[in-house]
């Protein structure tokens, strides 16, 4: 297994992950479509919120910080997303639906999001139906 860090000055702890502010679901809040945060030294205001968008996402999985048995933030990096090649549970799923996809780990300040999904973007501001 390989855990390659991404985003480290856009999404990154400072021994805890990002504030999760806001999670966005499409379609009737079934498919779970991305989030919107503020970074660890973020002044909590409407002109800081950042967010992430999940491209392609096929699975998802969300644990508190402390139940979590495997959450990958290190000293080596302040990144708070991981992308985990060769991970043993995305080898759990039917490869055919799962083609250009990846498992990622998000780290937000309490909770743990592990996904399966093509990309991940980054961006500023609230997520907007354009950016979705």
């Not at 950042?50 to 933030?73: C, F």
């Not at 992308?83 to 083609?99: A, G, N, P, T, Y």
């Not at 498992?103 to 399966?116: A, K, R, S």
């Amino acid at each position: 297994m390989r855990i390659i860090p991404l985003f480290e000055n856009e999404f990154y702890h400072d021994g805890r992950g990002p504030s999760l502010i806001n999670v966005l679901w499409i379609q009737k809040g079934v498919i779970l479509k991305g989030f919107e945060f503020y970074n660890p030294d973020d002044e909590h205001s409407e002109e800081n919120i950042k967010h992430l968008i999940l491209e392609k996402i096929e699975v998802y999985s969300m644990a508190g910080e402390d139940v979590h048995s495997n959450i990958l933030t290190s000293g080596e990096s302040k990144a708070a997303i991981f992308k985990i090649e060769d991970s043993e549970w995305l080898k759990q799923f039917k490869h055919i639906h799962l083609i250009g996809c990846s498992h990622y780990q998000i780290i937000f300040y309490d909770e743990i999001y592990d996904v399966i999904c093509k990309d991940i973007k980054i961006g500023k501001g609230k997520i907007t139906i354009s950016k979705a």
